[in-house]
Nanobody, 120 residues
Framework: QLQLVESGGGLVQPGGSLRLSCAASGFTSDEYAVGWFRQAPGKEREGVSCISNTNRTNYADSVKGRFTISRGNAKNMVYLQMNSLKAEDTGIYYC??????????????WGKGTLVTVSS
């Protein structure tokens, strides 16, 4: 019943910006923690950012100061604003939801991902 769909990925040049969206259905997104994860080619999935059900946020050190996670005015939306993009940010980005940000890679519900490619 809890479903997530990512959108907003694409090709962007280094230094550019992109905003990813995560649309939830079957629940109100602010009832859950929602995290963003990414998987680069040939690498394991890593956590990027998470927002808790009380709107506390956290970020991986590699994206601090460049990425911002937020909930939209529509309660079913969570966004990841990505600025100053680097080639190392390339990967498939997933959103996931569960009761806690601390669950990391074992969060209960996952979207199918959206591809972000940072290249000139």
């Amino acid at each position: 019943q809890l479903q997530l769909v990512e959108s907003g990925g694409g090709l962007v040049q280094p230094g550019g910006s992109l905003r990813l969206s995560c649309a939830a259905s079957g629940f109100t997104s602010d009832e859950y923690a929602v995290g963003w994860f990414r998987q680069a080619p040939g690498k394991e999935r890593e956590g990027v950012s998470c927002i808790s059900n009380t709107n506390r946020t956290n970020y991986a050190d590699s994206v601090k100061g460049r990425f911002t996670i937020s909930r939209g005015n529509a309660k079913n939306m969570v966004y990841l604003q990505m600025n100053s993009l680097k080639a190392e940010d390339t990967g498939i980005y997933y959103c996931a939801a569960d009761s806690s940000c601390g669950l990391g890679n074992i969060m209960h519900s996952w979207g199918k991902g959206t591809l972000v490619t940072v290249s000139s």
